[in-house]
């Protein structure tokens, strides 16, 4: 298996810019969230996804982000517009549901905003 | 609410030397415990779990870790440091009071010398 495949690896962009990140899950993983990495708050949970199904998005931090999961397969995160204090790393990760559940993380998107 | 603290933000050992990352936590419930590993520029992997069962979990790469209810502790150890051991490790606590959600310590950076 692949494992967690996130795009693009690397993003620079300007301040006011639309910023998408993708993600294709492992198949089979039912579950699916969005982490935020940085060196001042370390690792932040955005949003999670049952079985495509946002199940909680209360670690978005404005309404300038925004996730979707239209398919089993594939899930992006949309910024609109980008500012300077969301550069950050982005990882995607999936598990199946259930306790005790394995998180497999993809290799991240560091964005930077200029 | 379940919250993990990671005693060290970074530790340093010659290679060959022993390792311990500490780790404490508090859950009202039984929880289940995690620590990952993130290597530069790469995703978090899990390196063991504790799921109720034995108290003492192996894991990956020679690492291991005891469950401790009463000092409420689950460090991490290996007896001898490898070089290929330097990254950022993320202890991790679950219960079901939480919905089985994941809280990640803040890490600690292991730094591994010749």
């Known amino acids: 298996d692949a494992g967690v495949i996130q795009s693009p690896r690397h993003e620079v962009t300007e301040m006011g810019q639309e910023v998408t990140l993708r993600c294709k899950p492992i198949s089979g993983h039912n579950s699916l969230f969005w982490y935020r990495q940085t060196m001042m708050r370390g690792l932040e949970l955005l949003i999670y996804f049952n079985n495509n199904v946002p199940i909680d998005d209360s670690g978005m931090p404005e309404d300038r982000f925004s996730a979707k999961m239209p398919n089993a397969s594939f899930s992006t995160l949309k910024i609109q517009p980008s500012e300077p204090r969301d550069s950050a790393v982005y990882f995607c990760?999936?598990?199946?549901?259930?306790?005790?559940?394995?998180?497999?993380f993809g290799e991240g998107s560091r964005l930077t905003v200029l | 609410a379940q919250s993990v603290t990671q005693l060290d933000s970074h530790v340093s050992v010659s290679e060959g030397t022993p390792v311990l990352l500490r780790c404490n936590y508090s859950s009202s419930y039984s929880p289940s415990l995690f620590w990952y590993v993130q290597h530069p520029n790469k995703g978090l992997q899990l390196l063991l779990k504790?799921?109720?069962?034995?108290?003492l979990v192996k894991g990956i790469n020679g690492f291991e870790a005891e469950f401790k209810k009463s000092e409420t502790s689950f460090h991490l150890t290996k007896p001898s440091a490898h070089m290929s051991d330097a990254a950022e490790y993320f202890c991790v606590v679950s219960d079901m009071n939480a919905g089985n959600m994941l809280t990640f310590g803040g890490g600690t950076r292991l730094m591994v010398k010749p």
């Open positions: 504790y799921t109720s069962a034995a108290t």
């Open positions: 990760a999936s598990s199946l549901t259930g306790n005790n559940r394995e998180l497999f």
